[in-house]
């Protein structure tokens, strides 16, 4: 049998195979939050199409999070019915669905301010705002969350030796720039034990005086030892466009390997993962467990499907990015295709 196919058990979570739906911002949920049947809609799309886990698009955490007016939010209780019924149209769907919970900036006083302006007080508010958007998402019904720690986002910039020179607890060193990321994962086991909680990394931040591999591997290292349930595996510039099968593709597989050989913590890798026996061959010579997808399923949402039963072998996505402006991010060449 197929591995891609093999049914998988981490921390809280039991998955009916190894492939997962990366984060796809779909640009139309309300200012406020909410969310209605477009949405619901491009949800039962994707978890009919048989990929074992989705992972949300980026849900801020806080409701001032106001660079994007179209990203969903956890932020406050009056959202929960929305996503609760999200996440019955997955599971009837017999699909896992995981919130990605982020924040894109922090606003103080309407005014946005780094992690270098901000006072212990600011980041114990932005921690504690992770641990209740957290809690809401159980609540909700989600399986788990992602905490969005990479491409450059409230969290990536926290991290990143390029953006924070606090000299406090909070800055200086890996251990001290990371910390934020573990008083979230404690405060969240505290608070909702079941939930499965997974981080989304940069590899790199491939910026000079960033984020580089040695030091994003000591920070896996870190999350790892503080129980984190699993890591994905990304990068600044994430979606790379080009990709060509059996060429370029997988293009953080070689860190997420190395992560894999060094954690216990199940590594999960996205970006530019296009045919189905580079994956297969991915899942069978590395101790990568998960591998994820974006943009190929919203070329084919039923790409898993067509996997299984043999129907294709390659991705029909062209890694035009095209996707990342157009009408509910969906893909042009699709839509073209499904208007014939
Ligand atoms: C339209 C679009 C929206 C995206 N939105 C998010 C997001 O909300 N959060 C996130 O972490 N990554 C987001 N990504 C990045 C993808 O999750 C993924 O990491 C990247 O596209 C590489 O994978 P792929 O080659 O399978 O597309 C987005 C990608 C695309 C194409």
């Known amino acids: 049998m197929s591995k891609i ?3 998988i058990e981490l921390n809280n979570l039991k998955l009916k195979n190894r492939l997962v739906r990366s ?52 932020s406050n209780d009056g959202l929960i019915p929305y996503y609760k019924k999200l996440t019955d149209i997955v599971h009837n769907n017999n699909c896992a669905i995981i919130a990605q919970i982020a924040l894109g900036k922090y606003y103080k006083n309407g005014k946005h301010i780094e992690p270098d302006e901000m006072s212990v007080d600011d980041i114990k508010e932005v921690t504690n705002e992770f641990i209740s958007a957290a809690k809401r998402a159980e609540i909700a019904g989600f399986d788990g969350v992602q905490i969005h720690a990479a491409h450059f986002f409230f969290l990536s910039r926290f991290i990143s030796p390029l953006v924070n020179h606090r000299t406090d607890n909070y800055g200086g060193n890996s251990e001290n720039r990371s910390r934020i990321l573990v008083e979230i994962i404690q405060g969240i086991r505290k608070i909702a034990p079941n939930l499965h909680i997974t981080t989304k990394i940069n590899s790199s931040d491939f910026q000079y005086g960033g984020l580089d591999e ?84 919203l070329r084919e949402p039923d790409l898993p499907n067509k996997f299984f039963d043999n129907k294709s072998e390659i991705s029909k996505c062209v890694s035009c990015n095209a996707c990342y402006n157009s009408f509910e991010h969906r893909c042009p060449i699709r839509q073209r295709e499904l208007q014939k």
């Not at 139309?28 to 978890?47: F, L, R, T």
């Not at 993962?273 to 943009?295: G, Q, W, Y």
């Open 5 to 7: 196919f093999e049914p």
């Open 23 to 74: 984060a796809t911002w779909e640009g139309i949920a309300k200012p406020d939050g909410s969310i209605g049947n477009n949405m619901y809609q491009i949800y039962d799309e994707v978890s009919t199409g048989g990929i074992g886990l989705i992972i949300t698009s980026f849900m801020s955490i806080s409701d001032n999070d106001s660079d994007f007016v179209d990203i969903m939010r956890l």
């Open 214 to 297: 040695k030091e994003s591997l000591e920070i896996c290292k870190i999350l790892s030892k503080y129980g984190i349930d699993s890591i994905e595996v990304s990068g600044n510039g994430t979606s790379v466009p080009g990709i060509k099968p059996h060429k370029n593709e997988g293009y953080f597989v070689p860190f997420a390997k190395k992560l894999a050989d060094t954690v216990e913590t199940p590594v999960i890798v996205v970006g530019g993962l296009r045919s189905k026996d580079t994956m297969e061959s991915i899942l069978n010579t590395t101790n990568i467990k998960l591998l994820s997808l974006s943009r190929p399923l």
